[in-house]
């Protein structure tokens, strides 16, 4: 051909037949990819199937919607059947001593050796994801893009100097691994451990007969109990049925690790729900407000001033129990309604934390030049003002999405918000609450240092995005860190 | 402020109020190093006004602040000597010269506390450099306000800086910079925030000042016209150096740096309204390491080819005993031909 | 005397047909406070002029004086309280929606800080085909190319296009601004203050820019600003304003060379320097304190209350130049403190005797009057208002008023022709019965 034109260029294979660099990068996304695909399509399977079932509707098999979901369950079975590298079944660490050696664990390491390798091998393949991003985005910093230089590289980089954000970062990766990966991490599942205990089955050695045995798992639970100084199984210990605990067992026998991991989900969950939606409700608010100003902006000032001004324990209360038995309040164990609450109070406060941002951006003479040539209001507001509001939302979300996992946990321990039996931090240390001055101290202990870790990450990676962005600013965070810690 | 004749009162007998030699201020971040100031001389003589003309980035700020310890990280003053009153300021520092030694911002509603009445922020000065307290400091506060030329001083010293205008507000500044009686008023762009009409006035006072109180005066500012309307002698600025220095009329008469001569024809009054406005290419560079060439030869329009290699010393070129240097290979050889 | 004498057309500049016309023009801004409180401030108050194809107009006043206001009001920008800006017949002050956008397309704006009017994330290619995204401006392909003409047109590299403005030097930057403002081939750009935050050297490249641009595009150019010094290099014809009001009109190299306004005689001189262009005879004016609150202009001439040619009193008209100063200066004090005795708190005060001014009129008012010898009537007049003083100074300033009221103080102003080129100034110094503003 003799002339390219730019739409030539953005063809998305020719890149890959002359860049061997970028084929073996792409290669690699796809290999790392297709030893999870399996679990991926089956999460999505699922989830496509859970949001149609939300529908009332869709009890009833023969309508449209009840056919929908039967085939995507369907579809997710088959999911479940692809092998997938990070499963249970790959590296299984649930196995009993016959005698002489471990039966039934991977490659016949011990359970504590075989949980400990699938750990690593979960994290290492996350790691590799974010080396595999990152090196990816360096190459094409170098290679593709056509600007030597933006705004964002200077963020970017003050980020990457910024001691304590990367800590914040590090903490909210291993968190969101956790998160992600949680059926995996846990040296048993929920399902076997805690909904139908009775269901399964445990083998162990019995040490005083010498034979192997099989015993009810609900019932192996009702003996590894850890209710004070008399019966206790200790984090990192075994129990008497050959099960490994990294965390020790709850008062009722039940793993606790298992229980905390699970957990995370939930709290990330509902944290990622209320933030987004209050955050996409403050954004919507702030910009309109400070691009019209007057009225508008009143109007808004009076409408936040009125929902702050609602007690909002007191509404979260209320609601959560008015709602627990309509269709709403099931979801998700109640936690979308929770989410739902959240969102509703506290987009008023990351609604004033980015007014005043909002506010300067709105008399920036850009946006005049842009009204000058008679740029669309929405248009200007989404490309002159949301990218430098963008950045205290990443960082008020951050600190808030702490202050929602506190408050979930808060609500569960005072036995409100995510019903049991969904495993949630908080009801794990209401349920250690009482034999925290006992030997086992750990049921409270090891949730409570854990909450306080994950929060300080969001606060600390808000920080470190905060001072990426604007390295003046070193005003106070505002209302929005820590917020909802009273409920 | 230059007196009908042209002259000052540098009389050999007398010493300079302040004598800067070979100061150097540079500035280190993680990507450079600036030598913003590389290298500046200058005198102040009792009662004087020198002017310090240069475009922005030129390092004109930066010498204001060195001579202050102003200096914020990551900036350092370097080398040199501030020899004020026979001392070496940067070896005694400043403290005991806080009082002697003033300066004027740019921009006055920067300079003003907003929470503070404006007789208060006098009075704290005055509290500070001459312990005036009390009633005393009070009557002062209006006679320095009276004396920057605000009328209805009484009243205007009970208001807060919000409720000046813009000129009265440089007033107020000037009145604090004044409570200290200073003998050195450091004037960095005082009027560059300012409309013309104010300027005139806020020029006007500084003229007054100067006359009753001996006061020597550094001013600072980008606007040659004012420039030339205050200052006795004139120091050019440029990537941290002081390329031409003379005599208001006699720079003006007969600029000897190409520099000079170009940052003279770019203002707008000196071309007739129907030619094109003379221009120069390029901008100021940042001075990041020591002069190797002379800085302005990438822009100079009669550089020769040793301009880019040897970085040029400042030339006496001043007939019978003028004060007039310029640092240009070429000065006082080839320009003779061009003034012909 | 210089009225009535009808526009002679000495060129081809008076013949051309204008672009703009501007009637009547006001601008107020309310404080738009639920509770009613102060009286707006009148921004623009009553301009009116014409914008003539192809010329180049230069809009000056001090800052503060409504010049940015009213070229505002020309892309859209302010909404106009009162009056009419005509376009081929069209109001714009009554246009919105598409029909405003449509408007929008044949006007450019620059604005006066490259650093401010420019989105610093997004690149230069972006910010320049902003204005042929927002208009739909044929396809995407011919947007681009229209983009890299432009950046070769105002004198900046293709490489340019993948840039950030924070790349830029400030002279560049402002590059990109014009290039933006001439995406959409307007017809009329609007310059605000273009090069005032450029150096000297910068900006005489920007300016002969803005000039060559002018003659291959054939533009209209309104250009504001506060240099009259550059005013004078690049306007056809230069509009002085003051407080909202267009006190002088005219011909760029007339109005220098001749200023026949007190207001554009005082801006003149005050030009420091040996290369202003002030006309030589002009002296030295040196104007008192600022121009009034926008919110409270003065009844009579905009420009009395600093005006150095302001015409004496009609009862006392032996008063010499010093005394009339005095006597201005002093109710200049009186009128400050009227309002700002007006509140409240000052009022409560003064009912229970803790005026704290009181005192302090009288110095003044000696001070002021010390050394000068008054007309015995003229100092009765006086002693009686600074005994009012003490406890109304409202009444105080109003005796003052009606006694020593200059017409300056009650009439406005109206247009007055002042030369064969139809340049206009208001200045009631203008009339038959006074003498004219330059032989003071």
């Known amino acids: 051909m003799a002339t390219t034109t730019p739409a030539d260029n953005r063809r998305l294979l020719a890149p890959l037949q002359d860049d061997p660099k970028l084929a073996a990068w792409v290669a690699v996304g796809l290999f790392l990819f297709a030893l999870q695909a399996g679990a991926v399509a089956h999460f999505l399977t699922g989830l496509v199937a859970d949001l149609l079932g939300i529908f009332p509707t869709a009890e009833a098999s023969n309508s449209v919607l009840g056919r929908l979901v039967g085939l995507f369950e369907v579809a997710q079975r088959r999911a479940a059947e692809l092998p997938t590298l990070l499963s249970r079944d790959v590296v299984p660490n649930a196995g009993h001593w016959n005698g002489d050696r471990w039966v039934g664990t991977f490659m016949g390491f011990s359970p504590a050796v075989s949980w400990g390798i699938r750990v690593t091998l979960v994290y290492a393949y996350a790691f590799t994801w974010v080396v595999w991003a990152v090196l990816g985005y360096r190459y094409y910093r170098e290679q593709y893009?056509?600007?030597?230089?933006?705004?964002?590289?200077?963020?970017?980089?003050?980020?990457?100097?910024?001691?304590?954000?990367?800590?914040?970062?590090?903490?909210?990766?291993?968190?969101?691994?956790?998160?992600?990966?949680?059926?995996?991490?846990?040296?048993?599942?929920?399902?076997?451990?805690?909904?139908?205990?009775?269901?399964?089955?445990?083998?162990?050695?019995?040490?005083?007969?010498?034979?192997?045995?099989?015993?009810?798992?609900?019932?192996?639970?009702?003996?590894?109990?850890?209710?004070?100084?008399?019966?206790?199984?200790?984090?990192?210990?075994?129990?008497?049925?050959?099960?490994?605990?990294?965390?020790?067992?709850?008062?009722?026998?039940?793993?606790?690790?298992?229980?905390?991991?699970?957990?995370?989900?939930?709290?990330?969950?509902?944290?990622?729900?209320?933030?987004?939606?209050?955050?996409?409700?403050?954004?919507?608010?702030?910009?309109?407000?400070?691009?019209?100003?007057?009225?508008?902006?009143?109007?808004?000032?009076?409408?936040?001033?009125?929902?702050?001004?609602?007690?909002?324990?007191?509404?979260?209360?209320?609601?959560?129990?008015?709602?627990?038995?309509?269709?709403?309040?099931?979801?998700?164990?109640?936690?979308?309604?929770?989410?739902?609450?959240?969102a509703f109070t506290g987009w008023t406060y990351m609604w004033r934390s980015i007014r005043g941002p909002a506010l300067q951006i709105s008399e920036r003479t850009w946006i005049d030049a842009a009204q000058s040539f008679g740029q669309r209001p929405w248009t200007i507001m989404r490309k002159h003002m949301l990218p430098y509001i963008t950045g205290y939302i990443l960082v008020y979300g951050s600190m808030t999405l702490g202050g929602a996992i506190i408050a979930i946990a808060g609500l569960s321990y005072l036995g409100l918000g995510v019903a049991p039996p969904t495993p949630e931090w908080g009801r794990a240390i209401q349920l250690g609450q009482e034999y925290v001055n006992t030997g086992s101290w750990h049921i409270s202990l090891i949730p409570g240092l854990l909450i306080t870790l994950v929060v300080t990450g969001f606060n600390a990676l808000g920080d470190g995005i905060r001072d990426a962005i604007d390295p003046q600013s070193?005003?106070?965070?505002?209302?929005?860190?820590?917020?909802g810690g009273g409920a | 402020m230059s007196r009908p004749d042209g002259s000052t009162d540098r009389t050999p007998g007398r010493e300079p109020l302040l004598s800067v030699s070979d100061l150097r201020t540079v500035f280190y971040t993680d990507k450079e190093t600036i030598h913003a100031v590389d290298g500046i001389s200058f005198d102040i003589y009792p009662g004087e006004t020198v002017g310090l003309v240069g475009e922005s980035g030129s390092g004109k700020s930066v010498t204001a602040r060195s001579l202050l310890g102003l200096v914020d990280e990551p900036g350092v003053v370097e080398e040199g000597t501030l020899e004020f009153k026979g001392e070496d300021l940067l070896e005694t520092g400043w403290a005991e010269y806080r009082g002697d030694l003033s300066i004027v911002f740019q921009d006055?509603?920067?300079?003003?506390?907003?929470?503070?009445?404006?007789?208060?922020?006098?009075?704290?000065?005055?509290?500070?450099?001459?312990?005036?307290?009390?009633?005393?400091?009070?009557?002062?506060?209006?006679?320095?306000?009276?004396?920057?030329?605000?009328?209805?001083?009484?009243?205007?010293?009970?208001?807060?800086?919000?409720?000046?205008?813009?000129?009265?507000?440089?007033?107020?500044?000037?009145?604090?910079?004044?409570?200290?009686?200073?003998?050195?008023?450091?004037?960095?762009?005082?009027?560059?925030?300012?409309?013309?009409?104010?300027?005139?006035?806020?020029?006007?006072?500084?003229?007054?000042?100067?006359?009753?109180?001996?006061?020597?005066?550094?001013?600072i500012s980008h606007d040659m016209g004012v420039i030339e309307e205050t200052a006795d002698r004139i120091n050019v600025i440029y990537a941290g150096e002081i390329v031409e220095r003379a005599p208001t009329e006699r720079l003006l008469a007969a600029p000897e740096h190409p520099y000079t001569e170009a940052l003279l024809n770019s203002i707008p009054g000196r071309t007739p309204p129907d030619q094109r406005l003379p221009t120069l290419d390029g901008e100021v560079p940042t001075p990041d390491g020591p002069a190797e060439s002379c800085r302005f030869a990438p822009r100079c329009p009669v550089a020769v080819e040793e301009c880019h290699e040897t970085p040029p010393d400042a030339v006496a070129v001043g007939e019978n005993g003028t004060d007039h240097s310029a640092a240009c290979l070429l000065a006082g050889e080839s320009e003779p031909e061009g003034e012909q | 005397m210089t009225q009535a004498i009808e526009p002679q057309e000495t060129d081809g500049q008076e013949s051309r047909a204008p672009l703009l016309e501007i009637r009547n023009l006001q601008i107020q801004y309310d404080d738009s406070s639920l509770i009613g409180g102060d009286p707006p401030v009148r921004a623009v108050d009553g301009v009116s002029l014409d914008i003539r194809r192809g010329e180049t107009l230069g809009l000056v006043g001090e800052s503060g004086c409504g010049k940015t206001t009213f070229s505002r009001a020309l892309v859209g920008l302010e909404s106009a309280t009162s009056g009419e800006i005509l376009v081929d017949g069209t109001d714009l002050t009554e246009l919105e929606g598409p029909a405003l956008r449509e408007w929008q397309r044949r006007v450019g704006m620059v604005?006066?800080?490259?650093?401010?009017?420019?989105?610093?994330?997004?690149?230069?290619?972006?910010?320049?085909?902003?204005?042929?995204?927002?208009?739909?401006?044929?396809?995407?392909?011919?947007?681009?190319?229209?983009?890299?003409?432009?950046?070769?047109?105002?004198?900046?590299?293709?490489?340019?296009?993948?840039?950030?403005?924070?790349?830029?030097?400030?002279?560049?930057?402002?590059?990109?601004?014009?290039?933006?403002?001439?995406?959409?081939?307007?017809?009329?750009?609007?310059?605000?203050?273009?090069v005032s935050a450029l150096d000297v050297s910068v900006q005489a490249r920007v300016i002969n820019l803005l000039e060559e641009l002018q003659a291959d595009l054939g533009l209209t150019l309104l250009f504001v600003a506060h240099d009259l010094s550059l005013v004078r290099h690049v306007a056809d014809r230069v509009a002085v304003m003051y407080l909202g009001n267009l006190l002088e009109v005219g011909r760029t190299d007339r109005l220098f060379d001749a200023p026949a306004n007190p207001y554009t005689r005082s801006l003149l001189s005050a030009i420091p320097g040996s290369a202003s262009p002030a006309p030589d005879e002009l002296g030295e004016i040196t104007l008192r304190g600022t121009p009034p609150n926008p919110r409270y202009p003065p009844s009579g001439c905009p420009f009395a209350t600093r005006c150095p040619a302001k015409i004496p009193p009609e009862k006392y008209p032996d008063l010499s130049a010093e005394e009339f100063d005095a006597i201005e200066t002093f109710r200049a004090i009186l009128r400050e403190r009227a309002r700002s005795s007006s509140g409240v708190s000052a009022s409560l005060k003064r009912r229970l005797g803790i005026g704290t001014s009181v005192r302090t009129v009288d110095e003044i008012a000696t001070e002021l009057f010390a050394g000068l010898d008054l007309p015995p009537e003229a100092n009765e007049v006086i002693e009686d208002a600074r005994t009012s003083a003490r406890s109304d100074p409202a009444a105080a300033l109003e005796l003052l008023r009606t006694e020593f009221a200059s017409v300056c103080d009650r009439d406005p102003p109206a247009e007055y022709v002042v030369d064969d080129t139809g340049r206009t100034s208001r200045c009631l110094r203008h009339r038959e019965e006074y003498d004219d503003p330059d032989e003071i």
């Open chain 1, 145 to 342: 893009r056509v600007a030597d230089w933006t705004p964002r590289d200077d963020i970017v980089d003050r980020f990457r100097s910024h001691g304590w954000g990367l800590f914040g970062a590090t903490i909210v990766f291993l968190f969101v691994v956790m998160v992600v990966f949680a059926p995996t991490l846990g040296p048993t599942t929920v399902e076997q451990n805690m909904e139908s205990s009775y269901d399964y089955e445990t083998t162990y050695w019995n040490s005083e007969t010498e034979e192997v045995e099989t015993i009810l798992t609900g019932e192996a639970n009702l003996n590894s109990k850890s209710t004070g100084d008399q019966s206790r199984v200790m984090p990192m210990s075994y129990d008497d049925f050959g099960r490994f605990h990294p965390f020790g067992t709850l008062p009722n026998g039940r793993d606790l690790f298992t229980f905390i991991v699970a957990g995370s989900r939930i709290s990330l969950v509902i944290g990622l729900l209320s933030v987004g939606l209050s955050a996409a409700l403050a954004v919507t608010l702030a910009m309109t407000s400070a691009y019209y100003k007057g009225r508008v902006d009143l109007g808004t000032v009076l409408l936040s001033d009125a929902v702050m001004a609602m007690p909002q324990l007191l509404l979260l209360i209320m609601l959560i129990t008015v709602l627990s038995d309509s269709w709403v309040g099931e979801i998700y164990s109640g936690g979308f309604v929770l989410a739902l609450i959240f």
């Open chain 1, 474 to 483: 070193d005003t106070g965070t505002g209302g929005a860190a820590g917020r």
């Open chain 2, 108 to 219: 006055p509603s920067n300079a003003l506390n907003p929470v503070y009445t404006v007789g208060n922020q006098i009075r704290e000065a005055l509290a500070i450099h001459q312990g005036l307290r009390g009633s005393a400091a009070r009557e002062r506060a209006i006679e320095l306000l009276e004396a920057v030329g605000i009328p209805d001083a009484p009243r205007r010293v009970k208001e807060y800086p919000h409720q000046f205008s813009g000129g009265m507000q440089q007033r107020a500044v000037i009145a604090i910079a004044l409570a200290c009686d200073p003998d050195l008023l450091v004037c960095d762009e005082p009027t560059t925030a300012l409309d013309v009409t104010i300027q005139a006035q806020i020029l006007d006072l500084l003229d007054e000042l100067q006359r009753e109180e001996d006061l020597a005066i550094l001013f």
């Open chain 3, 111 to 194: 604005f006066q800080d490259p650093q401010e009017s420019l989105n610093d994330r997004m690149t230069v290619g972006e910010i320049i085909s902003e204005p042929l995204d927002a208009h739909d401006w044929q396809d995407q392909e011919e947007r681009e190319d229209r983009v890299f003409e432009l950046l070769d047109r105002v004198g900046l590299q293709e490489e340019h296009f993948y840039r950030y403005p924070h790349q830029f030097s400030g002279g560049q930057r402002q590059r990109v601004g014009i290039a933006r403002a001439l995406a959409l081939e307007p017809e009329f750009l609007i310059l605000d203050e273009p």
